[in-house]
């Protein structure tokens, strides 16, 4: 894992730097939510290595049930590593992915709040918020 992450680092760096690699979308790739879903369950299966190191043949199964090669994810940071801002918000997926799949709920609870329930501090749809000077 540690190779696939620095070698994406790798293209992410020279991407600026050379004009051979191809513009951002400019090729088609396998789409983002494939790319974000692969990277997270790759990264929280490092995490739970000894070692934090993904035996190739680890890295090689999860990528194959999901119908995909390690070639898919370097051509996908190829063709939008060019693009920053899209790239930041990839790996914005990518973390949030990691850290849901890596916080169990406590006992008893729900991944999330049902339906019409506000997390705390937020108010539900259609509650009249003070001093917003909308009426309801």
Not at 26 to 52: H, K
Request: aromatic letters at 6%.
């Amino acid at each position: 894992m540690h190779r696939v992450a620095f070698l994406l680092l790798l293209i992410f760096a020279s991407s600026g730097c050379e004009r051979g690699f191809p513009t951002a979308g400019s090729e088609p790739t396998i789409p983002e939510d494939e790319f974000v879903e692969a990277m997270a369950e790759l990264r929280t299966a490092t995490f739970r290595q000894e070692g934090g190191t993904l035996p190739v043949s680890e890295r090689d199964e999860i990528l194959r049930r999901r119908g995909l090669a390690p070639e898919d994810l370097v051509k996908f940071a190829e063709v939008h590593g060019p693009d920053v801002p899209f790239m930041f918000a990839v790996w914005a997926r990518v973390d949030s992915a990691v850290v849901a799949a890596s916080t169990p709920s406590p006992p008893g609870e729900a991944d999330s709040p049902p339906p019409g329930d506000a997390p705390p501090g937020v108010a539900p749809p259609g509650a009249a918020v003070p001093g917003d000077g909308i009426e309801r």
